[in-house]
Each structure stands twice: as C-alpha cells, then as structure tokens.
C-alpha cells in the first residue's frame, strides 16, 4: 500500500462524491486532508469522517469560482499543516443541455468553475509543491469528450477537454520542479452520476453496457485509492498523461 504519512493533500468539492473518496483515502494512507466545499456542513461531515478514522482533517468553505477564495485557502492550508504536496482539482459545476438551451451563465459558471479555478488553483500551489521538492496535481475530466454523440454534452465537454490542456502544459511547464500533473477521467458512483442515471434511463442503460468491467467504480476504493497509487514513488515518472479510471470503457489515445 502506498504510504502517504507526512503528506498533506488539498481537494475541492470534497462534501460529497468523488471528492470525499478522495479525502477518506488519502486519509487513509497517511495524508493530512484538506476538504473544502461551498457548502462548510458538507466538508466538515467529510472532515469528521476522517477523524472518526483516525486521520487529521481540516474543512474549509472555498467557492472555486471565487479567486480570493481560492489564494485564502491554499494559505490556510500551508499555515495549518506547513506545506501541501498534492492537490485535487474536483469542484466542477457542469453545463448540460443541448448547445440552443445551455445558457451563457451556465456556460461560463462550467468555465470558470472548471478550467480556469484549476489554472488559477496550480499557480497558486506551485511554488509550495516546488518547495517541498515536487508533488502530484491531479485535475479532472470526462469522457464526455470524447462521446460517440455528443448531443447534449458539447458545453460541458469543452470545458472538461480545456482541462486536460492545462495538464499536459502544467506537466511540460513544471516538470523540472518535480511536479506531475495528470488528468483523470472517472466513472464513479457520484451523486451526479445517479441524478444522470435517473434522468436518462435508456441511455445510461445503453452507457453501461459498454463498460468492460461491467459496473461503476466505487468513491473510495476505485477512485480514492487509485489517485492514492498515482501520488506514490512507485509511479512518479508519469505525468501529463490522461489517467481512465472507467472500467475500460473510454479510448482517450
């Protein structure tokens, strides 16, 4: 198991979902977890969790959208744990519908809660990660960018694809700092994902029989756990690279 004792991880939007995955398992290898959220109930309900399981949390309300929010919580991240070595892109508000019917506020919420918090969330944890010799960011996309029918995903698509080139520029632009960025592009049992199941039942059906493995991963173990293995020593010479953690289901070459 990766240890990840000493090692202090910042995530958004870690009330719920994958982001509390995420936390429960970093936590669980050693890390001290930053949980953050606009909602500070629901990151303090994760944070509790930690703590029931013996690990150190702190939980911080951060609008990702908010750029004096976002400078705010880095600082009380490094002054109440001393550093930060991974940070976790999650928060995302997602513009669906078809292009006629996606607003421009929902659009620009999906951009400015996506791309640019994760560019403006990197530059300000790239200097504490260089200071501690490197770390792991890793951001988040979808396969919804690549979709055989993209009606109805084409806003939240591009907001998603426009990720994964802040990666890949992070990972050229940082490398020599010892930082790795990677994309990952999950299939988990999120509350967005069963709102989606039940919303459009045909088509999930349809989705879900081209999963490989035949069911959706699970927060914690397949996802949590997988950005957990991404961060160790035993993978540091990846980077830049979009990460499927989709049962096989997504061709991102």
């Avoid at 995530?11 to 001290?32: H, N």
């Avoid at 930053?34 to 969790?49: F, N, S, Y």
């Avoid at 400078?71 to 928060?91: C, P, Y």
């Avoid at 493995?213 to 035993?234: K, P, Y």
Wanted: charged share 20%; proline share 3%; hydrophobic share 45%.
């Amino acid at each position: 198991m990766t240890d990840l004792d000493r090692k202090v991880v910042l995530i958004t939007g870690a009330g719920q979902g994958i982001g509390q995955g995420v936390a429960l398992a970093m936590a669980g290898a050693g890390a001290s977890v930053v949980v953050t959220g606009r909602t500070l109930a629901k990151v303090e309900a994760t944070a509790r969790m930690v703590e029931e399981r013996g690990g150190q949390a702190l939980a911080v309300a951060c609008d990702v959208k908010s750029a004096a929010d976002l400078a705010a919580t880095v600082e009380r991240t490094v002054a109440t744990f001393g550093g930060l070595d991974i940070l976790v892109n999650n928060a995302q508000e997602v513009p669906l519908g078809k292009l006629e019917d996606v607003t421009d506020e929902a659009f620009l919420a999906g951009f400015e809660s996506g791309p640019l918090a994760t560019h403006r969330l990197m530059k300000l944890a790239r200097p504490h990660l260089a200071a501690r010799g490197g770390g792991t960011i890793f951001n988040f996309c979808s396969s919804a960018g690549i979709r055989w029918d993209m009606t109805g995903y084409g806003c939240y698509a591009a907001v998603k694809q426009a990720i994964r080139s802040l990666t890949r520029a992070a990972a050229a632009e940082w490398g020599g700092e010892g930082i790795r960025v990677l994309t990952i592009a999950p299939h988990a049992e999120s509350p967005g994902l069963k709102w989606w199941i039940e919303n459009n039942p045909e088509e999930a059906q349809a989705f879900f029989r081209t999963i490989p493995l035949g069911r959706v991963g699970s927060l914690e173990g397949d996802i949590g756990r997988a950005l957990v293995a991404l961060a160790g020593q035993d993978l540091a010479y990846l980077t830049g690279a979009t990460i499927p953690l989709d049962g096989g289901q997504a061709n991102f070459d």
